[in-house]
């Protein structure tokens, strides 16, 4: 990758992945993009385009100004938003998605595409979710997902297109909050141990999802793209996982550190029967054959990380 432009790059993933970027490639060589305007922060760290992914005139444009090779497309509408406005996330999932891959085929892009545990659903198998297994989501951002997903195999299989792509766990990080995710209590629960030493959890104590810390996820992203084209067998997406906790393992963990944080749970039906219909486990063996995928953080590290992190961010 020498020439990279991230969409949607304000978002929690792009503002952590547009400085790592920054850091490896050279400042200039990150093209951040995104709907509206960043703090001022943000565009001192490198180039900046106002970019509306639904304007695939738009993304050629920029494409062409900057000789972009690499686009990493993250700009998209997450599971629990989705399901409050089905209509706009399939418009913004799927329009966005199929105006990038058409600006990657005419100008001989690499395009990377982020999948997650959404794009399985209750049929699925829980435990060591395998790679390639039923896919029937219950959710419009599940179902956007998949139909992602098949996109980037197609474009793979008809174009020759470079596609290449994670399924994301929950991301844990203390930079950008989520906004609009079923996992976002994985979030907000070190937070508010560090503000209030207190979490009202909206998905129930027993509820066991696959996680991850975002240096990790980050780690993935550049060591995909990176990888020797000849040695990805999946161009759909790639199974990978860190630790799979509930928010009772994650409230215990902070009380390691913070002995009086309590957490109580007002379970929010929607976010909670969404949380139910995705895995607990993914079987990561196919990134850990093809690109030598593997995670560092567990999570007794993370939270050590995380709550050292929040503290110093408010202070
Ligand atoms: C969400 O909760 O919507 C996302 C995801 C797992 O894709 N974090």
Known sequence: ?????????????????????????????????????????????????????????????????????????????????????????????????????????????????????????PGTPKWRTPQITIQRPSTMYGINKVAGELLCDYYFHKYGLDTRGVRFPGLISYGAPPGGGTTDYAVEIYSEAIR????????????????????????????????????????????ITAMSVTPEDIANEIKRHIPSFVIDYKIDPVRQSIADSWPSSLDDSAARQDWGFNAEFDLVEMTKDMLEKVKKKRS
Not at 38 to 65: A, L
Not at 67 to 88: C, G, M, R, W, Y
Request: glycine content about 6%.
């Open 196 to 239: 209030k030493k207190s979490y009202t959890c909206f998905v129930s104590q027993e509820t066991c999802l696959d996680m991850m810390y975002m240096p990790d996820a980050l780690n993935a992203v550049v060591h995909l793209m990176e990888a020797d084209p000849g040695t990805l067998t999946c161009r759909n997406s790639y199974n």
């Open 1 to 121: 990758m020498k020439k990279i432009l991230v969409t949607g790059s304000l978002g929690q993933i792009g503002s952590e992945l547009v400085l790592k970027l920054r850091r490896e490639y050279g400042k200039g060589s990150v093209i951040a993009s995104d709907i509206r305007r960043p703090s001022n922060h943000f565009v001192e760290s490198g180039p900046f385009e106002i970019v509306d992914v639904m304007d695939g005139t738009r993304v050629v444009e920029v494409v062409k100004k900057y000789e972009v090779d690499s686009i990493i497309h993250l700009a998209a509408l997450l599971s629990a938003l989705a399901e409050t406005k089905p209509l706009q996330a399939w418009n913004l999932n799927m329009g966005g998605l199929i105006n990038v891959l058409e600006a990657a085929r005419e100008l001989e892009l690499k395009v990377f595409v982020p999948s997650s545990i959404s794009a399985f659903g």
